[in-house]
């Protein structure tokens, strides 16, 4: 179905302002953590399902690996400021790859995000060193490409909700069914760039 512009305007309104409430709710949450008045008990992973119906949801929470003998979670992320993708980048040695894991090391490291004008591979941000760690230890874990990109963009969606939020907006209005883009197509330079959130504002804008 191809809707209106105005009715994508008021749809992508609607979006974007429930993510903003989400991801204000998390800072709070965030926050009293840092100040210790909140018990760890007490805590709700918050859920990211808008209608959208593309980002993160409470199942997401406990991600299907370990490090170090620990759960890596989206909440442990926050708390440690991405502390454990660091540590993989920073403790697994490209020397320890394979050849193959090395090329394939390499490929995935040319994937865009939309933080910076730059694949992950130049580390310019936290969030991209955090994405090379996580690509380099699920390497050695076996998993396959189509895996770690599925499992890259799921961490896309929630470090950056609101230019996902769009981008499912964007492809709705074009009568595309955001639940059925693949990952391929979700991490390309049309839809996980800075440079592909401007564009689709500038065709969600018009009239």
Known sequence: MIFTAKTVRILLLAV??????????MNQVILAFANGTLP???????SFNYSTGVLPTDKDEIRPYKWKN?????????DTNGKQMLEMDKDIADSSLTDDQKKRLVTLG???????????DTK????????MGLIKYLITLGWDD???KKEVLLWYKYWWPRHYAIAAT???????DP???????????????????????????KN
């Open 16 to 25: 974007v302002i429930l993510t903003l409430i989400k991801q204000l709710m």
């Open 40 to 46: 760890s008990a007490s805590y709700q992973t918050p």
């Open 70 to 78: 620990e759960e890596v979670t989206l909440k442990k992320y926050v």
């Open 110 to 120: 040319k994937l865009p995000h939309p933080c910076c004008n730059a694949p992950i």
């Open 124 to 131: 310019d941000c936290l969030h991209a060193q955090a994405a």
């Open 146 to 148: 189509t895996q770690i």
């Open 170 to 176: 964007y492809l709705s209005a074009k009568g595309t």
């Open 179 to 205: 639940t059925k883009v693949s990952a391929d197509d979700w991490l390309s330079e049309q839809l996980s760039t800075v440079r592909s959130e401007q564009v689709m504002m500038q065709e969600l804008n």
